[in-house]
């Protein structure tokens, strides 16, 4: 054993690991029978296949009370563990901006020109602005930051973050859509020309990382990209865990912790388990069904708030029969949508009243579509389907709250009016592939108005060029793009009424329910809050005796 363990045996714990693996194979399969330390490493267990890791897992963890990592020269420091719904697909931030487990993973490494909530704009990587004129926006670095390496931030760093996010065409790349100038005009002075003014380029630079200008366009930069945030990206394993540890030459307020971990547990049973017997501290993205046995544990805070996250389900308008509206709109019409959401979600979700939250600047309240079958088969008549017709829906796995559940409802309810809709359910890399190559005839997901701000998702999404599923309304585009320019919030709100009726009654696809977002942590941790974007930071976070 001695070379499966890297000298692990002569550790004196290792006795306790062995003896416990031939507890669990010979029999405890039963985990209440085991201890809270075992129960611990049967989560383990079920988690990593080779038994090897995880007796190697399982020691290490066991030299790790209170959360207190021991290293050889005996100094103790202070690790926490998080468990998230949506872990990383990857570290390339700009690659998959829209991605809420690369966002809430690569936020704490890397920074941004400014942040953004609630409608307020904050200062960070950048000390102010000014606009020059109309279509100039100039920015003054802060003075003094350096990425983790010891490499002073400048301007040319600025620029080659955003000038490689807009190059990629991601899913931020419209947002950006009227600039034609970025230029660094000294190292601490970055300016930005659009052809038009641009009402939201403060709220959209909120999403936009920071790297080295010298290593965001090479791949290998990216499997540990260097920031200038409060962490540092130690380790990174695919579908695994990433490894953090503290930014002792950080600029701003050091972190607290010496070690953030953010481990990959896609099953929720194995999170919430991990949860109870302290494998873990916190714990996002947990199912509306079964939040009941968090909030009963000992020593676990749950907390529940609004968000800017939705589900929707998108229509293929590329191809037949989904270009036709009576076709989109008598599949809203046979979902019962109040019924369902009750049913699934409780209090994890209320019944959607905008393509948007209502959490969001520029959401209106809408009328949610009725339910009622017989409108359903009577559109489905008038648009040559009076027989109903096949067709497929995919969503990737751990998708969302219960969204597996969503599918069968909703495809139960198709099939009333004689749709009969194929589930396919793919993995999140299969599912990301297949998404951006438009091999899918429903999509359903989940989504974030990442900013805050209307204008991310309708003028990002709905747009003819935009392009996301074949849908192209002129009339739409020029209230999305007068409303963008604007400087006066009273006169987008009303523009992003109308572009939301729009939206809205055209089915573009059907949005059924705004979610609410929960988290639970161990009792020790403190500063752990739940921000509405659904991405926390753990910045300012610590760990009680």
């Known amino acids: 054993m001695g070379d499966e363990f890297g000298g692990w045996e002569h550790q004196s714990n290792l006795w306790w690991s062995t003896a416990l693996f031939s507890e669990v194979e010979h029999g ?68 998959f901006p829209a991605e809420e487990g690369v966002q809430t993973t690569v936020s704490q490494v890397l920074e941004t ?109 990216w499997l540990s990209p260097i920031g200038t945030g409060p962490f540092v990206v ?47 501290d916190v714990l996002t993205g947990i199912p509306p069904d079964q939040t009941g046995s968090v909030e009963g544990m000992d020593d676990v805070e749950f907390v529940v708030e609004d968000s800017y996250q939705y589900y929707f389900i998108w229509f293929n308008e590329d191809q037949e029969p989904f270009s036709d509206v009576r076709v989109r709109q008598a599949m809203w019409y046979a979902v019962d949508v109040a019924g369902l959401v009750e049913d699934l979600y409780g209090d994890g979700a209320t019944v959607a009243a905008a393509p948007i939250t209502q959490s969001v600047f520029g959401a209106p309240t809408l009328e949610q579509y009725t339910y009622d079958p017989d409108l359903a088969r009577q559109l489905l008549t008038d648009a040559g389907y009076p027989d109903g017709f096949s067709t497929t829906m995919h969503w990737a796995r751990e998708g969302g709250p219960n969204i597996r559940s969503l599918a069968q409802a909703m495809v139960s309810a198709w099939a009333e009016v004689g749709i009969t809709v194929e589930p396919l359910e793919k993995e999140r890399a299969q599912w990301l592939e297949d998404f951006g190559a438009g091999e899918w005839d429903l999509n359903l997901q989940t989504n ?11 003028n990002r999404l709905y747009t003819c060029a935009a392009d996301r599923m074949g849908y192209c309304n002129e009339e739409l585009d020029g209230i999305l793009a007068e409303a963008r320019s604007s400087l006066d919030p009273d006169e987008r709100i009303e523009l992003y009424a109308q572009a939301s009726q729009i939206i809205w009654d055209d089915a573009v696809g059907i949005f059924p329910a705004d979610l609410r977002i929960n988290a639970a942590y161990r009792s020790n941790v403190v500063g752990f809050e739940l921000p509405t974007n659904n991405r926390p930071s753990f910045a300012a976070v610590s760990l009680e005796e």
């Open 448 to 458: 974030t108005t990442g900013t805050g701000d209307a204008d991310f998702t309708l």
């Open 113 to 221: 020109l400014v942040t953004y909530a609630s409608g307020e704009v904050t200062p960070l990587l950048a000390e102010s602005w000014e606009n020059p004129d109309p279509l100039t926006w100039t920015f003054t670095l802060r003075q003094g930051v350096s990425f983790s390496d010891g490499t002073p931030l400048t301007a040319n760093d600025v620029k080659a973050s955003l000038d490689r996010l807009i190059a990629l065409e991601g899913p931020l790349t419209p947002l950006f859509s009227t600039i034609t100038e970025t230029r660094s005009d000294d190292d601490a002075t970055f300016t930005v020309v659009s052809s038009e003014p641009l009402g939201t380029l403060l709220s959209s630079l909120s999403l936009v990382s920071i790297g080295k200008a010298d290593g965001v366009e090479s791949d290998d930069y």
């Open 234 to 280: 130690d380790d990174y394993v695919a579908d695994d865990h990433v490894d953090l540890v503290r930014n002792e030459n950080y600029w701003g307020e050091p972190a607290r912790l010496d070690r953030l971990t953010i481990v990959n547990m896609p099953e929720v049973s194995a999170r919430i388990t991990a949860l109870e017997t302290g494998e873990v």
């Open 28 to 95: 405890a399969d039963d985990v209440g029978l085991l201890d809270q330390d075992a129960r611990l490493f049967w989560v383990r267990l079920r988690v990593h296949a080779a038994p090897d890791r995880v007796l190697l897992f399982a020691t290490a963890h066991l030299t790790w009370p209170g959360n207190e990592v021991e290293r050889a020269n005996g100094v103790n420091l202070r690790e926490l563990r998080y468990a998230t719904g949506q872990f990383p697909v990857s570290l390339d931030v700009q690659s």
